[in-house]
């Protein structure tokens, strides 16, 4: 065989043989280069509450005030029962922002160890939230909802609408620690 080649025979396994190291030394693979993303808020969460708490958002009422010039952008919106709404947790300081790369949920040792992106946790490494809720009415700009869980000020990141047929999952599984933690409340 030639040097030419060989060479090319070379360039053809290089990639296959660091795969294959990789499996077998247990090494993660490395995302390919990741491009920095860029959010504007589209309105925001008011309402009574100013601090986080981790229970008794059911009886919350909230309006999401959008952008003035986005109020179009709902026609139609106030003919489904419940949204999703996307959130930021504007008061987690950026130092804890994904600081804890593993957790108790909802800091309770009963709760067996988990990595965060397992869990609800607000400590995430980029804390987009999401919450579905009822739609109450919408008013111009103005989403009125129940139940959600973002204090007062929290930036509106996106909403879209509940569609039972697309988003229930029956199927869906969850570990048993999160079942019986369900039947406990």
């Known amino acids: 065989m030639d040097t030419v080649t060989q060479a090319k025979l070379k360039q053809r ?19 390919p280069p990741l491009a920095d993303v860029t959010l504007r808020p589209i309105g925001s969460v008011r309402n009574r509450i ?12 909230s309006q999401i005030v959008l952008r003035p010039e986005l109020a179009e952008a709902l026609l ?16 987690i300081p950026d130092e ?3 600081s804890k790369p593993q957790l108790h949920p909802l800091d309770d040792e009963a709760n067996p160890l988990q990595g965060v992106l397992a869990t ?3 400590i ?26 973002a204090v007062d000020g929290s930036p509106v990141l996106d909403v879209k609408p509940y569609i039972a ?12 620690w999160v079942e019986e933690r369900a ?3």
């Open 76 to 91: 139609g919106l106030d003919t489904y029962s419940h949204i999703y709404v996307l959130f930021w947790p504007h008061q």
């Open 124 to 149: 995430r490494f980029n804390p987009i939230l999401v919450s579905a809720v009822p739609l109450l009415k919408v008013e111009k700009n103005v989403l009125h909802v129940q139940g959600l869980d």
């Open 50 to 61: 100013k601090k986080p708490m981790s229970e008794g958002w059911a009886e919350v009422t």
């Open 120 to 122: 609800r946790s607000q």
């Open 165 to 176: 047929y697309f988003d229930c999952i029956a199927e869906a599984k969850v570990p048993k």
């Open 96 to 98: 804890v922002r994904g």
């Open 13 to 31: 396994e290089a990639p296959m043989l660091d795969r294959l190291r990789r499996l077998l030394t247990g090494s993660a693979p490395e995302p």
């Open 183 to 185: 039947r406990q409340t």
